[in-house]
């Protein structure tokens, strides 16, 4: 029972083994073909190796011509680790024994360095000859003469063929350079690279010049200072062998060596950013740098008379350093005040800033020249300050304190008793005060801050005025010649404005007609008469008009 399980298992793995293996075939065997373009495969015969570095990879699976009479070999590669030729593949075909057997030498890519990106594969023929092949072109295949028939040229009749080809050479060849190039270079693959190394060098000759100037110039001081080369060697020997002593160490600090850099790549970075940085301000340091040699030179004297002031402000820190720590207190203090006075700052700093964007200053500025031009008057005798002196008992000079007219606040019981001891005046007081000459004005104000009423004083000063106009009235119908002499004394004059403001000229300076021709005249309209009459034309004076 158990050896028909382990038949049956056998069958299931070789059953599946045979599904893997037909579905890996894209109908092409599953291999690699790539067709390999060569000026001549003399002997080449379908089924020979196809081999990398010694070892079988694939055959030859077919020969073909192409247009322009060259040999296409298609080279099957079986193995899959080789199935991958890249642009800079190279092909070789090499005779693998005396009898004529040839093989084809391959290699799918050069070496690189490490990291390196690898040249892109082979371009695949989508239609054509070779249709599903990768095309490896002619340049750079190789094919060399085979050794029998280099040894053929030694015997008759070749011998005296060639010597006619040779003596014929010059003629025949006198403008097919490149095709002799081309027959060499196939002739022997060793002279197609020694052609890629002369390339090299020809191509970094100035080099090689400046390599051989160079090295004459290096030489040159170690032939002469040979004494010192020999013992340098000597103590690199001996450097040597301590470092040989410390191996360890030294293998754990190239360990550690890699970290290390990687770490240090950001501080390179920012370094050379630095030094880019710093390049302009170095070339302005190099152009002056006479000016800074003069300038250290001359700061040596200087740091010499220096000395005794470095010496004294030693000596003053010393007294300085107590004055210092006794103002710590008032340094804290000052701290706090400015960290109280933060928010105020901000506030006030805010406040002028708006003061400043909404014309804050513009409108201080008018208000200044409109108050200026409401408090100026002019009439008939020139300009005047519209403005009311106030006199009363405590605006004259006095050498004692007069209680009534002290400025500072009273406590209330003292203000009280100032106020209870102090008479209060009367409207009667008032009036008698008007009546000896005083201006109502002034009688008024002084009486109302000495603790009078206002309503009081206004209401007997509207009183006085209605018996004055009842007087008046009752004068004017009795005819009284002594009532009119006594109201005309009294009476203010009238006051005159100006019929021209600063700046006019008057219509005419001499004397003004009487008022009854004035009143004869004919009649301004009320436009003209708004715009002669002085009382418009002073307002619009002082209000901007």
Do not use: W
Not at 98 to 103: D, W
Not at 248 to 266: V, Y
Not at 453 to 471: S, V, Y
């Amino acid at each position: 029972m158990k050896r028909l399980a382990a038949i049956l298992t056998l069958l299931v793995a070789c059953g599946a083994f045979a599904v893997l293996a037909t579905g890996a075939d894209d109908g092409d065997g599953g291999t690699y073909k790539v067709r390999a373009i060569f000026s001549n495969a003399f002997s080449v015969i379908p089924g020979e190796d196809v081999k990398i570095a010694g070892v079988k990879v694939g055959s030859i699976a077919a020969l073909d011509v192409t247009d322009d009479h060259k040999a296409a070999v298609t080279l099957q590669i079986d193995d899959p680790g080789f199935q991958d030729f890249r642009q800079d593949a190279s092909c070789t075909i090499r005779p693998q024994s005396l009898i004529g057997e040839k093989f084809v030498e391959c290699t799918p890519t050069q070496p690189r360095a490490e990291g390196e990106q690898a040249p892109p594969a082979l371009k695949k023929i989508e239609d054509g000859d070779g249709e599903g092949e990768y095309l490896l072109p002619a340049e750079q295949n190789s094919a060399p003469v085979d050794i029998d028939l280099i040894n053929n040229i030694m015997r008759l009749p070749y011998r005296e063929r060639f010597s006619i080809i040779l003596n014929e050479l010059g003629v025949g060849l006198a403008s097919r350079g490149e095709d002799l190039r081309s027959a060499i270079r196939n002739a022997n693959p060793a002279l197609k690279e020694l052609d890629k190394v002369l390339g090299i060098l020809g191509e970094q000759n100035k080099v090689l010049a400046d390599l051989a100037r160079n090295g004459d110039e290096v030489l040159r001081p170690l032939a002469r200072d040979r004494a010192q080369v020999a013992d340098f060697i000597v103590k690199a020997n001996t450097t040597a062998q301590a470092s040989a002593e410390r191996r360890t160490d030294i293998e754990r600090n190239f360990q550690k060596f890699p970290a290390f850099l990687r770490e240090l790549k950001p501080t390179m970075v920012r370094l050379g950013a630095l030094t880019d940085q710093m390049t302009p301000v170095l070339e302005d340091l190099g152009a002056s740098g006479d000016d800074i040699s003069r300038f250290i030179e001359q700061l040596g004297p200087f740091s010499q008379a220096g000395i005794p002031a470095f010496k004294s402000l030693g000596e003053a820190s010393v007294v300085g350093q107590e004055a210092v720590l006794k103002s710590r207190p008032i340094i804290q203090d000052v701290r706090t005040f400015a960290g109280e006075a933060k928010p105020l700052t901000k506030d006030l700093g805010d406040l002028l800033v708006s003061f400043r964007d909404t014309g804050g200053i513009e409108r201080l500025m008018d208000y200044i020249f409109y108050q200026a031009a409401a408090i100026n008057g002019f009439d008939s005798v020139g300009h005047y300050l519209r403005a009311v002196l106030v006199v009363n008992s405590c605006s004259t000079y006095a050498t004692s304190t007069a209680s009534a007219c002290n400025a500072n606040f009273l406590k209330p019981e003292t203000a009280t008793a100032a106020a209870a001891g102090r008479s209060v005046p009367t409207a009667a007081d008032v009036q008698r005060e008007i009546d000896n000459g005083r201006s109502p004005y002034l009688a008024r104000q002084d009486a109302v801050l000495r603790g009078a009423d206002p309503d009081t004083i206004m209401a007997a000063d509207h009183a006085a005025g209605a018996k004055a106009q009842r007087r008046t009235d009752k004068g004017e119908t009795k005819g009284s010649s002594g009532a009119s002499k006594r109201s005309s004394k009294k009476a203010a004059p009238k006051l005159e404005l100006p019929t021209f403001l600063p700046g006019q000229q008057p219509a005419d300076r001499g004397e003004a007609p009487p008022v009854d021709q004035q009143q004869a005249g004919p009649q301004p309209t009320s436009e003209q008469g708004a715009q002669d009459d002085p009382t418009s034309t002073l307002l619009d004076y002082l209000l901007g008009g």
